[in-house]
């Protein structure tokens, strides 16, 4: 009875036949032994997976100590040239921060940017102000006064405030009348 992995074998191995009898002349008689070799070293290579030894993590170029030795510059483990920051050199070379650290057996809190870089640009945010809230911010907001109440006068009573002089009709421009809300005559 076959398992899974072997049917995955056969369809493999007849995948791998075919294409090689298309590009190449095989007689009649030695295609059997073709055939038993492909599965043979596909068996083979499986044995060998399946026995995997643990990853050591990579050489670095230098050593995690020496890579961070210039405040000024990280140098990277890959190529071992400085940089002010790692991050885009690691990315071209198919790495992540993490799989980076993990790869060369580096700590969690190893930099990707040279500290002189990171203290140079803090300073630049404090002088900026930024990563400060102002004290609005950071108290209650206020919230908005009520609206005055407008007065109601009683009837007969005078009112409580000048009324509004009108200016005289000669002087009065169509502006003035939309402010003041003028009828004309």
């Given at each position: 009875m076959a398992d899974g992995s072997s049917l995955n074998f056969v369809d493999i191995t007849a995948d791998i036949a075919a294409a090689y009898l298309g590009n190449n002349q095989v007689r009649i008689g030695d295609v059997g032994g073709l055939i038993a070799t492909i599965h043979g070293a596909l068996k083979a290579l499986e044995s060998e997976s399946g026995s995997s030894p643990i990853e050591e993590p990579l050489k670095g170029a230098v050593s995690a100590r020496k890579s961070l030795a210039d405040p000024e510059r990280v140098i990277s483990m890959i190529d071992g040239k400085a940089y002010t920051t790692l991050k885009r050199h690691i990315t071209r070379h198919g790495y992540t921060p993490d799989s980076y650290r993990a790869a060369f057996g580096l700590p969690a809190s190893y930099p990707?940017?040279?500290?002189?870089?990171?203290?140079?640009?803090?300073?630049?945010?404090?002088?900026?102000?930024?990563?400060?809230?102002?004290?609005?911010?950071?108290?209650?907001?206020?919230?908005?006064?009520?609206?005055?109440?407008?007065?109601?006068?009683?009837?007969?009573?005078?009112?409580?405030?000048?009324?509004?002089a009108t200016p005289a009709p000669d002087t009065v421009t169509s502006t003035t009348r939309r402010r003041l809300k003028i009828k004309t005559a």
């Open positions: 990707m940017t040279a500290s002189g870089y990171s203290e140079r640009r803090r300073e630049i945010a404090k002088t900026l102000g930024l990563g400060k809230r102002s004290a609005s911010a950071i108290a209650e907001p206020e919230a908005t006064p009520p609206a005055p109440k407008r007065q109601t006068r009683a009837k007969g009573a005078a009112p409580a405030a000048e009324p509004i």
